[in-house]
């Protein structure tokens, strides 16, 4: 379980190790908190969320807690210092940076049918390890689960298939969040850590043997083109 105190205590390290900041990509200038951007949304304008970007805005919560329990999970199972240091360096951050958002805009992102429910927190700091309120996420998860609890080589690539996942629903997001500057580099920054995980459980696969890391999977999780110098916690 995420609780808040994980949170508050990942963001307070994020801001005693933080540098000089760096331009986002909207040219807003994002605090560097560690090897993790994070934003100062009071240099953005709250433009009105579109239902699209609201459901945008629910799905990746849901995706990067995905991404927290499936490591942490695998970690308990198959220990790899990838898990761990992604999960607790890295993922938690970036639930934060969404959920910061989501309080931001005081909308509710477990009751997808009605959007004027207001945001609770204490709902979101206290949903289950493995329990999701998008039934999309909710399957991936229990199928990547099933599949990497059977050896660390299947971990890691459980790891390579979510990190492509979350760039590919990213990709899609970023692109319909058109005039939303807070949106947009809020997913950027997400993506940007996605791309330097990818190459991180690529190196844990190498390391194992597998020649092709994460391209070993197949054409669709074979992403040579991803930065690899993007900023996100190895």
């Not at 308990?76 to 934060?96: C, D, R």
């Not at 998008?134 to 199928?143: A, G, I, S, W």
């Not at 949106?183 to 020649?211: C, M, P, Q």
């Amino acid at each position: 379980m995420i609780n808040k105190l994980q949170i508050i205590l990942a963001l307070t390290t994020a801001l005693l190790v933080g540098g000089c900041g760096e331009e986002s990509a909207s040219g807003q200038k994002a605090k560097d908190s560690g090897n993790q951007p994070s934003l100062d949304l009071n240099n953005y304008t709250k433009v009105s969320l579109t239902n699209d970007q609201t459901y945008a805005l629910a799905y990746m919560w849901h995706e990067e807690k995905l991404a927290y329990d499936i490591y942490m999970e695998m970690n308990k199972v198959h220990p790899a210092k990838q898990f761990e240091n992604i999960a607790t360096k890295s993922e938690i951050k970036h639930i934060a940076l969404v959920q910061d958002l989501v309080a931001w805009y005081d909308v509710n992102i477990t009751n997808l049918a009605d959007y004027t429910v207001n945001y609770s927190q204490i709902e979101l700091d206290t949903m289950p390890t493995g329990e999701f309120a998008v039934p999309e996420v909710q399957k991936l998860y229990d199928d990547l689960y099933a599949k990497g609890k059977s050896s660390l080589q299947d971990a890691l690539e459980v790891a390579c298939m979510v990190e492509v996942v979350d760039v590919n629903d990213l990709d899609k997001f970023i692109a319909a969040s058109a005039g939303n500057d807070a949106l947009i580099d809020t997913f950027n920054i997400l993506r940007d850590g996605s791309y330097s995980h990818y190459w991180a459980f690529d190196k844990g696969l190498v390391n194992l043997g597998v020649t092709d890391g994460c391209c070993s999977l197949g054409t669709e999780y074979c992403h040579k083109e991803y930065p690899e110098n993007s900023k996100g916690e190895n």
